[in-house]
């Protein structure tokens, strides 16, 4: 369970006066697939980001409860000058893969990024498609209770697309979900709950249908 209490945030600098988040108060139980809906800047990711613990509230207390995966969608955070191979064993020692297991796991992800030999050039050499199809693959090598997710499930050409979206199929349908998107298909596809961001505030619906049917009168209005 995912359980936020009294979440306020704002950043510092010019408009340091200007609150992200007001108030948010929800709770998001575990195999929960939940889509965060809301214009540009309405703090969607910003709450993404407080709930995988990549960055802290301003106020209030954020409780998580099983193993939260790293924002899907973002190919940050890897070394330039380290091959796509070091960055994923280096990543697979950090999250406490078993040393016996590292290879195996290793090896999936060159397999499935379609890298070839550039899997084992410098990452600084990569185009962002490649740190896309890497950063993707790596994700799919863990099992995490619940998914954090920011505008991706699939990246590259057709054909990847196709296979990275039955791939993550797969590997959501005995888990939670947490996603942005601005797709109405892939949030009605993959989320059957949503939260709806709108002026700081965050307001929760059972189902992500009437989510999407409020963004829309609130955008019309």
């Known amino acids: 369970m995912i359980e936020l209490r009294q979440v306020w945030k704002r950043y510092s600098g010019h408009h340091s006066r200007n609150w992200v988040l007001r108030d948010i108060n929800l709770c998001i139980r575990q195999g929960d697939r939940v889509g965060l809906i809301g214009r540009n800047g309405a703090g969607k990711s910003t709450l993404l980001n407080l709930i995988g613990g990549m960055d802290h509230p301003s106020r209030g207390k954020i409780r998580r409860d099983g ?6 969608g973002l190919s940050g955070g890897f070394q330039g000058a380290l091959s796509g191979e070091q960055n994923a064993r280096f ?6 893969v078993p040393d016996q297991e590292i290879a195996e796991r290793t090896n999936f992800v060159h397999v499935f990024s379609e890298l070839g030999d550039y899997f084992f050039a410098p990452m600084k050499t990569y185009s962002s498609g490649m740190r896309s199809r890497l950063a ?5 090598a863990f099992r995490f209770d619940t998914y954090l997710v920011d505008e991706l499930i699939a990246v590259g050409d057709e054909k990847f697309k ?13 888990a939670g979900l947490i996603m942005v998107s601005h797709d109405e298909g892939t949030l009605k596809n993959f989320c059957e709950k949503g939260i709806l961001m709108s002026n700081g505030a965050a307001y929760w619906f059972d189902d992500i249908a009437d989510a999407l049917s409020e963004y829309k009168k609130s955008i019309n209005a």
């Not at 993707?136 to 799919?140: G, I, Q, V």
């Open 67 to 72: 193993k939260l995966s790293w924002t899907l």
């Open 91 to 96: 990543v697979f020692r950090i999250h406490g």
């Open 136 to 140: 993707f693959a790596l994700s799919l």
């Open 162 to 174: 196709k296979k990275s979206k039955k791939a993550f199929e797969d590997l959501i349908a005995s």
